[in-house]
């Protein structure tokens, strides 16, 4: 069965520093991969996500993730963050392997955005 | 554009009480809709699926149920709350396929004592 794995629960970082949120998953054939955000008591939202094509993939509010097959990788990166990017991120995988019609999500990363 | 709604957005409900949560989702026909639990610290937990009117698959066998008795409208009940129902539920919908995202609506925080 397909997989996602958020190697870390939370990540706390300084305004304007870098960051990046790692995931893998785990599958053998062809899979569409998804980063998304929620905010505080808030629904989920696209960030972006990748289909196919070129493996670095440019979302929203200045964030980009880079789909790495030969890792089975697809981290979350973004070159300088704000107070306001404090949130809780969620990578997800669907695809052949995950029944057709569901989505398989990590457990998230929090990421605490320090002044 | 298509648009979510779900209500109640909080609810606390004493522990043996019938729960009903309802989703509606505007501007689309025969979506996918999802239901999901996140409970505290925790990620997302898929409960049910429906790719259309009546039709419900269960993803992990417990005390809640879900419905659909209309084609944009979603809802899901318990006859008996449970401690561990506690948590924020969240119905999504989706296009179908796997290559599309799902769309949020903005959850209900449920608190059973």
């Known amino acids: 069965a397909q997989s996602v794995t958020q190697l870390d629960s939370q990540v706390p970082v300084f305004e304007e520093a870098p960051v990046e949120l790692r995931c893998n998953y785990s599958s053998s054939v062809s899979v569409y991969l998804f980063w998304y955000v929620q905010y505080p008591n808030q629904g989920l939202q696209l960030l972006l996500k990748y289909l196919s094509g070129s493996t670095l993939v440019k979302g929203i509010n200045g964030f980009e993730a880079e789909f790495n097959k030969s890792q089975t990788s697809f981290h979350l990166r973004k070159p300088s963050v704000h107070i306001s990017d404090t949130a809780e991120y969620f990578c997800?995988?669907?695809?052949?392997?995950?029944?057709?019609?569901?989505?398989?999500f990590g457990a998230g990363t929090r990421l605490f955005v320090k002044a | 554009s298509q648009t979510i709604h779900q209500w109640p957005a909080t609810l606390v409900q004493p522990v043996g009480s019938p729960l009903s949560l309802e989703c509606t989702v505007e501007g689309t026909s025969n979506p996918n809709l999802y239901w999901y639990r996140q409970a505290a610290g925790r990620g997302l937990q898929l409960l049910f699926y429906s790719v259309g009117i009546g039709q419900i698959s269960s993803e992990v066998p417990q005390n809640l149920s879900a419905s659909r008795p209309q084609d944009r409208q979603f809802i899901l009940s318990s006859k008996k709350l449970l401690l561990s129902d506690s948590g924020f539920y969240l119905c999504a919908w989706g296009p179908g396929g796997p290559g599309n995202e799902q769309f949020f609506g903005p959850g209900t925080r449920l608190t059973v004592l």
């Open positions: 997800a995988v669907s695809g052949a392997n995950t029944g057709g019609f569901k989505t398989i």
